[in-house]
């Protein structure tokens, strides 16, 4: 995972992720398949071997899941800031004219004589 993390914010999308993860877990797979005695640890050949493809698949998944729905939820906070951002715009342009207004309204009262 810190490997994905590493990647420039332009390169973790979608599909890279997709792509990404599934080659570690191939990687997993490979890794997994290798005996200790093609490794040249033949005393240790004895060891029981744990597969678990599935289980690194369903991980793969599970990952992959996540991160969708994390892109889906950054989404939404992207579109909420953009129409927030709108409001602030509109509401500033109200002030502004609020204190104009208010000028206006001092300049023809000091006119008038009020004070």
């Known amino acids: 995972m810190a490997m994905w993390e590493k990647r420039k914010d332009e390169v973790r999308k979608w599909d890279s992720a997709k792509k990404f993860f599934f080659a570690k877990a191939d990687d997993e797979k490979t890794y997994?398949?290798?005996t200790a005695k093609n490794a040249g640890f033949g005393s240790v050949a004895n060891v029981e071997?744990?597969?678990s493809t599935?289980?690194?698949d369903e991980s793969v998944n599970v990952v992959l899941e996540a991160m969708q729905a994390n892109t889906e939820?950054?989404?939404a906070v992207a579109a909420s800031n953009a129409g927030l951002?709108?409001?602030i715009k509109e509401q500033s342009k109200q002030i502004t004219?609020?204190?104009k207004m208010n000028e206006n309204l001092v300049k023809a009262?000091?006119?008038?004589g009020v004070k």
């Open 54 to 56: 599935e289980a690194t």
């Open 73 to 75: 939820q950054m989404n």
């Open 97 to 99: 004219a609020l204190i």
């Open 49 to 51: 071997e744990v597969p």
């Open 109 to 112: 009262l000091m006119a008038a």
């Open 85 to 87: 951002e709108q409001t």
């Open 32 to 34: 997994k398949k290798s």
